[in-house]
């Protein structure tokens, strides 16, 4: 019974498609479900353990609840995008690994659906279903990792990487329940409509720099790729392939053009290099193992294969399953490379040069994916590495019928110029940063000083760097770490953001991209990193720790009474007090009436006591996450914090 999507009028159907699969359910559920089914306490009533439930009953009674409240707004009707961009409590939710639950209890997450017909990796159902915990903890804003069916050439792990899009319009079927006989498509737009119906936006990364190398568009457009010459001894991929290297003086060269901006004659790789590219091929023919193409001369090749580019002595593993998209077309320039696919050589970044076909074809996905899935917002994966002109066009096509549409970007910079691109906020550069306090404070003075225009993601990690948990898996210290740096992005001029598992104190990596040492990526191979293979959290028992959901709770709750003062992003926005402890980080967040002090101890292990100094001689403040009074005595504040713990207080102008 595969339901598709009705398409006409979608802003109509409030609650179209949810109907449709709480129907699926109850067809279920009258011919009998499998009760040999667990799912995680933490997601009803915040507590640990897991209990045994029928699924269709199970989902159906919570999609019936949920369509029986009254649609909620959402906090800011008529909103500009930068609005409730500012107004976001976002959680980052990869569906595949997200609600992934060992449902069996039989210690493994199977590919496969169980006999009774529901997934045991997450799933668009089972991401409805983790909805009304979302809303305990306070958020607003569901931002989704691609959702779009991987490729199977080259694969990495079990599952593929949800960065090597086959097709950018296809919903991965993984992301659906079998047991419902409907399509992907229709329960990823049940999804959006039950985030809506709960007065959540939904904001969904889109990938326009790559594909996979088995995509698609390649049969059809092979003038959009890059093509080596292939293995005369298989056919496809030289063993030689790898990126070009760059003698020291060179690199030299390329860090300090880029520095000033200038991006005239960048060096070049090597001729041996570039020589490995060929034409664009005549025919392609797709087969298990990917896209074989002939050039007019009779030149075997296949697509090529990804790899970072940037800093371009970069040590990444290279993307065997992803390749570039040509954006442009120039003769000289048909090589992948820095200057080719990112600093763009002023040279080759000319309108004569555009690969117009292709960007008219990028610029028309979110459009549809707007008509079709009503999402609110795109975070544009990799969009640092877009040419600006092609990332404005993106930007106005989708905000042709809908003005408010959010744009966030995969930049490190909160710089005006991204601003004046459309964009609404950044990824930026905390996670790099803040688990130092030396680190912290450098790059709070800077944005105090230049200001911060474009809000940035006010979180410790998100699913290429290492958790905020990294190799303190099962220890306290690794709670206490999560709750400092929480609290603290939480009194910053940013969005608050959880990327899913760091509030029930999840170690692993997702992915290996930033940040990472050689050691790690020994631990972590592709198959046993959940960006890439069957993975889950410790939903059960979140990792031996007490949850942080209320603390996060708490903190979102403060942060939205005091948004005025937290959101003001003006030079001058905050001071950093001394506190005599090393370890007590303070931030004095500046009103008009009041004053915010954040103060909170860094060091995840052990207390800290300290003092800090006042001008007025004699007063009490509470810490408004605990309730606790403190008096201010002879101009001076005394106190003892256990690790990790966040004070927050109200100070009279």
């Known amino acids: 019974m595969q339901i598709q999507l009705n398409n006409s009028n979608p802003e109509n159907l409030s609650s179209h498609h949810l109907e449709i699969v709480l129907n699926a359910l109850d067809h279920v559920r009258k011919n009998g479900a499998s009760s040999s089914y667990c799912v995680p306490n933490i997601w009803e009533n915040n507590s640990k353990g897991k209990q045994q439930v029928s699924p269709a009953d199970h989902y159906g009674k919570i999609l019936e609840k949920l369509l029986s409240r009254k649609p909620a707004a959402f906090s800011k009707p008529g909103s500009t995008a930068d609005d409730w961009t500012r107004n976001s409590f976002v959680y980052n939710l990869f569906v595949r690994l997200t609600t992934a639950f060992d449902h069996d209890s039989d210690g493994a ?58 097709n950018p319009y296809r919903i991965d079927p993984l992301l659906a329940e079998p047991a419902l006989d409907l399509s992907a498509e229709t329960e990823f737009a049940a999804f959006t409509q039950a985030a809506h119906h709960m007065g959540m936006r939904v904001v969904l990364e889109f990938v326009f720099r790559t594909t996979s190398v088995d995509s698609d568009w390649v049969r059809h457009h092979p003038d959009w790729y890059y093509w080596l010459e292939a293995n005369p001894d298989n056919g496809f991929t030289p063993e030689s392939y790898a990126p070009p290297v760059f003698d020291p003086e060179t690199l030299n060269t390329i860090y300090e053009k880029v520095d000033k901006n200038d991006l005239s004659k960048l060096p070049e790789p090597s001729e041996s290099f570039k020589r490995q590219f060929t034409q664009t091929p005549k025919t392609v023919k797709l087969s298990e193992k990917g896209a074989q193409g002939q050039t007019a001369e009779g030149t075997s090749c296949v697509v090529a294969s990804g790899f970072c580019d940037w800093p371009p002595d970069d040590k990444q593993p290279p993307w065997t399953d992803v390749a570039y998209l040509k954006l442009h077309r120039h003769e000289s320039f048909n090589y992948i490379a820095y200057n080719t696919i990112r600093m763009y050589d002023t040279a080759l970044d000319r309108p004569e040069y555009i690969n117009e076909e292709l960007w008219n074809t990028i610029a028309d996905i979110i459009p549809y994916f707007q008509k079709h899935f009503l999402i609110n917002g795109a975070m544009i994966d990799m969009g640092h590495a877009l040419p600006s002109k092609l990332k404005t066009t993106v930007v106005e096509k989708a905000r042709e019928k ?180 090393p370890d007590l980080f303070a931030v004095m967040r500046k009103g008009d009436r009041i004053n915010l002090l954040f103060i909170g101890n860094s060091n995840s292990e052990n207390n800290a006591a300290g003092y800090m100094e006042f001008h007025r001689k004699n007063f009490t403040i509470t810490d408004m996450v605990s309730g606790t009074v403190y008096q201010v005595t002879d101009y001076k504040l005394e106190l003892e914090t256990g690790p990790g713990q966040c004070l927050l207080f109200e100070i009279p102008v």
């Open 109 to 166: 997450i199977a590919t496969d659906p169980l006999p009774c017909g529901f997934r045991e990796t997450g799933t668009f159902l089972k991401s409805i279903a983790l909805l009304p915990y979302l809303e305990r903890l306070g958020i607003n804003t569901i931002y989704l990792l691609p959702v779009t069916i991987p490729g199977n050439a080259n694969k990495k792990g079990n599952l593929g990487s949800p960065y090597a899009v086959k």
């Open 402 to 581: 809908h003005p408010d549409f959010a744009f966030w970007d995969e930049n490190f910079d909160p710089s005006p110029s991204i601003k004046d691109q459309g964009f609404n906020a950044v990824f930026g550069s905390l996670p790099f940063v803040i688990q130092d306090p030396i680190y912290i404070r450098g790059l709070l003075n800077y944005l105090n000083k230049i200001g911060v225009v474009v809000p940035f993601f006010g979180t410790g990690e998100n699913h290429n760097t290492p958790r905020v948990c990294h190799n303190l898996a099962g220890k306290a210290a690794c709670r206490n770490r999560s709750r400092f740096i929480f609290g603290l992005a939480t009194v910053l001029p940013a969005v608050p953001f959880i990327h899913s598992g760091m509030e029930i104190c999840e170690s692993k990596p997702v992915n290996l991209g930033l940040n990472f040492t050689d050691a790690d990526r020994k631990r972590w191979p592709a198959e046993k990193l959940p960006l890439f293979s069957t993975g889950r959290y410790d939903w059960a028992d979140c990792n031996g720790q007490e949850p942080l959901t209320d603390f996060v709770t708490t903190m979102l709750s403060l942060h939205k009474r005091y948004a005025d003062i937290i959101q003001n992003g003006k030079p001058g926005f905050l001071s950093l007090p001394f506190v005599s402890s």
